[in-house]
T-cell receptor
Framework: DAKTTQPTSMDCAEGRAANLPCNHS???????VYWYRQIHSQGPQYIIH???NNETNEMASLIITEDRKSSTLILPHATLRDTAVYYC??????????????FGQGTILTVHP | DGGITQSPKYLFRKEGQNVTLSCEQN?????MYWYRQDPGQGLRLIYY???????QKGDIAEGYSVSREKKESFPLTVTSAQKNPTAFYLC??????????FGPGTRLTVL
């Protein structure tokens, strides 16, 4: 699976949009981009995933560049409860990549009042 | 309520003792996984199972063992051969290649 690079930490004001970047320049054609987040001492929570089109759900939006080498997770109106570590993961659709999520260090997002 | 349960939330054991961590899911998912997380680090895959009576080693399987006798259950045994067993252990499940759902975790401390 391709490696990802994320900033170590970011801050955001409550009510504003939080834009979390991720670089995955070695991504291959059949690899998906997944985002999870982990609130302190809890299990990770799935947020969203995509292949090449932009995606939106009730939690967030995922913008993937046309060359697929980077993506941005957008939390449109951040709240204090969005403070967490956000993981960007690139994962293949099958074969030896089955089930394996490779978690890096992630981005610590702190939302301020 | 559908979900994944892990018990207990906190577990203390003496060095040299084997310990088994429980993971149960009622989501009817075929695949289940065990991860380990150390302070300030990401998750690392220990074992995973795609189907009942079958499981595969992950990246850090040494010192651990698993079984998958029922679809709903995937217990993890931390053996005395595991050199640094103190960690946060997370169980997850998924339907085929879809997103994984995680349990609340078990924090194991070996004294």
């Amino acid at each position: 699976d391709a490696k990802t690079t994320q900033p170590t930490s970011m801050d955001c004001a409550e009510g504003r949009a939080a834009n979390l970047p991720c670089n995955h320049s070695t991504i291959s054609g059949n690899e998906y981009v997944y985002w999870y987040r982990q609130i302190h001492s809890q299990g990770p929570q799935y947020i969203i995933h995509g292949l090449k089109n932009n995606e939106t759900n009730e939690m967030a939006s995922l913008i993937i560049t046309e060359d697929r080498k980077s993506s941005t997770l957008i939390l449109p109106h951040a709240t204090l409860r969005d403070t967490a570590v956000y993981y960007c993961i690139v994962r293949g659709a099958g074969g030896t990549s089955y089930g394996k999520l490779t978690f890096g260090q992630g981005t610590i997002l702190t939302v301020h009042p | 309520d559908g979900g994944i349960t892990q018990s207990p939330k906190y577990l203390f054991r003496k060095e040299g003792q084997n310990v088994t961590l429980s993971c149960e899911q009622n989501l009817n998912h075929d695949a289940m996984y065990w991860y380990r997380q150390d302070p300030g680090q990401g998750l690392r895959l220990i074992y995973y199972s795609q189907i009942v009576n079958d499981f595969q080693k992950g990246d850090i399987a040494e010192g651990y063992s698993v079984s998958r006798e029922k679809k709903e259950s995937f217990p993890l045994t931390v053996t005395s051969a595991q050199k640094n067993p103190t960690a946060f252990y997370l169980c997850a499940s998924s339907r085929s290649y879809n997103e994984q759902f995680f349990g609340p975790g078990t924090r194991l401390t070996v004294l």
